[in-house]
């Protein structure tokens, strides 16, 4: 029996979470697909994604692909095709179907910036209406055209000119409009002059005073007792000594104090004079403003000219557009065509 190869297989959703070996080809049961796997995203990578749209030519769908011919079919059941087309050719019956392209009888056309929206459509056109013939043949040959030349009319403007205008000459009035002023002169002023009086004081002298001596009486005396001792320890002989002093009446004299005469000579005498102030006379000058007399010159202003304008004749020459010759090429009506069917990847 000849060896027989097997790669990995599961359901639908065993192949979404299935990462595998880098390089591992897993079969997707749901989707009649075959799977790529990198050993790091789940699910791999569709050889054929869903969504792929071809030309086949068989009278039905293959498994795993639906014919483009707008049928409803399951939102469920085809739930990834779903996933990736949604309800841009069709809502189906707007809840639980959705509707396959339709291409019976259309030409796919890509999306661009003419044409942007999946899933629009335009004017069908019929399979005889489409060109049947792509032969190159004849030349066309384009006549030449010529247009005529216009030149416009010159046009000259009038010159102008203006006329001078001088103005009159105004001297101010010759009579002083601020009258002479008269000589004004102050009296003088003379303060009278003020001497005080000078005033001496008296010298004072006081007279000495002198004082009495005093003697105390003289009625003590100075009385000294004796008696006898013994002399020594060692035997009864006596000597005197004294035993008692006494202060006999006496007297002490307390000379007399004199004070001096105090002497307190006379205030110095002194005159104040202050002498008279004198202001003398002021005198103000006559302010006189002699006549005179403010002269404005006429002011001339010269005449204005302006010359004519002249704006010559503009000409535009003919304009020739040569003869367009395109060779060797003729656009045929039709061309040969062949019916085939449109399947789309579940």
Same mark, same amino acid.
């Given at each position: 029996?000849?060896?027989?190869?097997?790669? &990995? &297989?599961?359901?639908?959703?065993?192949?979404?979470?299935?990462?595998? #070996?880098?390089?591992?080809?897993?079969? $997707?049961?749901?989707?009649?697909?075959? &799977?790529?796997? $990198?050993?790091?995203?789940?699910? *791999?990578?569709?050889?054929?994604?869903?969504?792929?749209?071809?030309?086949?030519?068989?009278?039905?769908?293959?498994? !795993?692909?639906?014919?483009?011919? /707008?049928?409803?079919?399951?939102?469920?059941?085809?739930?990834?095709?779903?996933?990736?087309?949604?309800? #841009?050719?069709?809502?189906? $019956?707007?809840?639980?179907?959705?509707?396959?392209?339709?291409?019976?009888?259309?030409?796919?056309?890509?999306?661009?910036?003419?044409?942007?929206?999946?899933? #629009?459509?335009?004017?069908?056109?019929? /399979?005889?209406?489409?060109?049947?013939?792509?032969?190159?043949?004849?030349?066309?040959?384009?006549?030449?055209?010529?247009?005529?030349?216009?030149?416009?009319?010159?046009?000259?403007?009038?010159?102008?000119?203006?006329?001078?205008?001088?103005?009159?000459?105004?001297?101010?009035?010759? %009579?002083?409009?601020?009258?002479?002023?008269?000589?004004?002169?102050?009296?003088? %002023?003379? *303060?009278?002059?003020?001497?005080?009086?000078?005033?001496?004081? @008296?010298?004072?002298?006081?007279? *000495?005073?002198? !004082?009495?001596?005093?003697?105390?009486?003289?009625?003590?005396?100075?009385?000294?007792?004796?008696?006898?001792? /013994?002399?020594?320890?060692?035997?009864?002989?006596?000597?005197?000594?004294?035993?008692?002093?006494?202060?006999?009446?006496?007297?002490?004299?307390?000379?007399?104090?004199?004070? /001096?005469?105090?002497?307190?000579?006379?205030?110095?005498?002194?005159?104040?004079?202050?002498?008279?102030?004198?202001?003398?006379?002021?005198?103000?000058?006559?302010?006189?403003?002699?006549?005179?007399?403010?002269?404005?010159?006429?002011?001339?202003?010269?005449?204005?000219?302006?010359?004519?304008?002249?704006?010559?004749?503009?000409?535009?020459?003919?304009? @020739?557009?040569?003869?367009?010759?395109?060779?060797?090429?003729?656009?045929?009506? #039709?061309?040969?065509?062949?019916?085939?069917?449109?399947?789309?990847?579940?």
């Amino acid at each position: 029996m000849a060896t027989q190869l097997q790669f &990995r &297989r599961g359901t639908t959703a065993q192949n979404n979470s299935f990462t595998g #070996a880098d390089g591992e080809v897993s079969i $997707d049961k749901g989707s009649k697909g075959l &799977r790529i796997h $990198d050993g790091a995203t789940a699910g *791999g990578y569709e050889v054929v994604p869903a969504g792929t749209i071809v030309a086949y030519g068989g009278a039905s769908a293959p498994i !795993g692909w639906l014919l483009c011919d /707008a049928a409803a079919v399951s939102r469920t059941t085809y739930a990834r095709l779903f996933a990736i087309v949604g309800t #841009a050719f069709g809502v189906g $019956d707007g809840s639980s179907t959705f509707n396959t392209p339709n291409l019976a009888d259309r030409l796919p056309l890509g999306k661009g910036s003419n044409n942007g929206t999946v899933g #629009a459509t335009g004017s069908a056109a019929a /399979a005889s209406g489409v060109l049947t013939s792509a032969a190159i043949s004849g030349v066309q040959t384009g006549a030449s055209n010529t247009g005529t030349g216009t030149s416009g009319t010159g046009t000259t403007g009038t010159a102008n000119t203006g006329t001078g205008n001088t103005g009159t000459g105004t001297s101010g009035n010759s %009579t002083a409009t601020i009258a002479a002023s008269t000589y004004n002169t102050g009296t003088g %002023t003379t *303060g009278t002059g003020n001497t005080g009086t000078g005033t001496s004081g @008296t010298a004072t002298t006081g007279a *000495g005073n002198t !004082g009495t001596g005093t003697t105390a009486a003289a009625t003590q005396a100075l009385n000294v007792g004796t008696g006898n001792v /013994a002399a020594s320890a060692k035997d009864s002989s006596l000597t005197a000594v004294v035993t008692s002093v006494n202060t006999a009446a006496h007297s002490h004299s307390i000379p007399a104090l004199s004070v /001096a005469g105090l002497s307190v000579p006379g205030l110095l005498s002194v005159s104040l004079s202050v002498p008279g102030l004198s202001i003398p006379a002021l005198t103000i000058p006559t302010m006189t403003t002699g006549n005179h007399t403010h002269s404005v010159p006429a002011l001339a202003v010269p005449a204005l000219s302006v010359p004519g304008l002249s704006v010559p004749g503009l000409t535009v020459p003919a304009l @020739t557009v040569p003869a367009l010759t395109v060779a060797n090429h003729t656009a045929a009506t #039709a061309l040969p065509f062949e019916i085939t069917n449109f399947i789309i990847k579940i």
